[in-house]
């Protein structure tokens, strides 16, 4: 696979990290958030995680982007607060 060549992956940040011997959780965090800052306008960041870990981790289960992946998925999947009743007590 080339570099570049999966489309929720254009600039190849996350097939590099699964290509680094020795990466450790944190690189792949740091990797994982420019990855993320870097998506396209519009793009669903669950569906790209989903997209990403569907094609990575069948081949790499015990790799720490795997797993860092996989903790960005759960975080999406997570209610956010926005605002209400706690907002406007405080001012």
């Not at 570049?4 to 994982?32: H, K, M, S, V, W």
Request: with cysteine.
């Amino acid at each position: 696979m080339d570099k570049g060549q999966l489309a929720i992956d254009p600039r190849g940040l996350i097939f590099e990290a699964y290509r680094i011997n020795g990466i450790t959780g944190p690189d792949c965090r740091t990797i994982f958030l420019d990855w993320a800052l870097g998506l396209a306008a519009g793009t669903d960041p669950r569906t790209a995680i989903q997209s990403a870990l569907d094609h990575y981790a069948p081949r790499h289960p015990a790799h720490p982007m795997t797993e860092v992946l996989r903790e960005g998925l759960a975080q999406a999947d997570r209610p956010t607060r926005r605002g209400g009743a706690r907002a406007r007590d405080r001012g």
